[in-house]
C-alpha cells in the first residue's frame, strides 16, 4: 500500500515556475517508478513526466520537454516536478501516481496509487 500526498500547486504568471511535490507512505514507495499526470477542465487526465524507482530514468510528454524536471529522493519518500517557463496551457490539477511494475510507463492504467491532486493556474 503507497500513499501520496501532493502539494505546491499554485497561481502564477506565465514564464514563473513552480516545484510541485509528492510525499509517498508506504514500504514499497522506493520501489516504485512515479509518474504525474494532469487534467485541464473539460479534458482527460493525460501523463507528464515519469521517473524510474532509482531515479536514474526519466521520459516526459513533448509539451513539457526543456521546460519540466522530474526527481525523487527516495531517502524522502518524495517525488518532485520542477516547473519552468509556465503557460497557460500548463493549467490543470497535477497528480503524481505510482507504477509498482517493471520500468516505467506513460500509461494510466498501469498506475495503482494516486494522491488527491493540487492545482496549477498559469495567468497570462
Known amino acids: 500500500q503507497v500513499q501520496l500526498v501532493e502539494s505546491g500547486g499554485g497561481l502564477v504568471q506565465a514564464g514563473g515556475s513552480l516545484r510541485l511535490s509528492c510525499a509517498g507512505s508506504?514500504?514499497?514507495?522506493?520501489?516504485?517508478?512515479m509518474g504525474w499526470f494532469r487534467q485541464a477542465p473539460g479534458k482527460e487526465r493525460e501523463f507528464v513526466a515519469v521517473v524510474s524507482w532509482s531515479g536514474g530514468s526519466t521520459y516526459y510528454t513533448d509539451s513539457v520537454k526543456g521546460r519540466f524536471t522530474i526527481s525523487r529522493d527516495n531517502a524522502k519518500n518524495t517525488v518532485y516536478l520542477q516547473m519552468n517557463s509556465l503557460k497557460p496551457a500548463d493549467t490543470a490539477i497535477y497528480y503524481c501516481a505510482a507504477f509498482e511494475g517493471w520500468g516505467t510507463s506513460t500509461k494510466q492504467y498501469d498506475y495503482k496509487y494516486w494522491g488527491q491532486g493540487t492545482q496549477v493556474t498559469v495567468s497570462s
Open positions: 508506504g514500504r514499497t514507495f522506493s520501489m516504485c517508478a
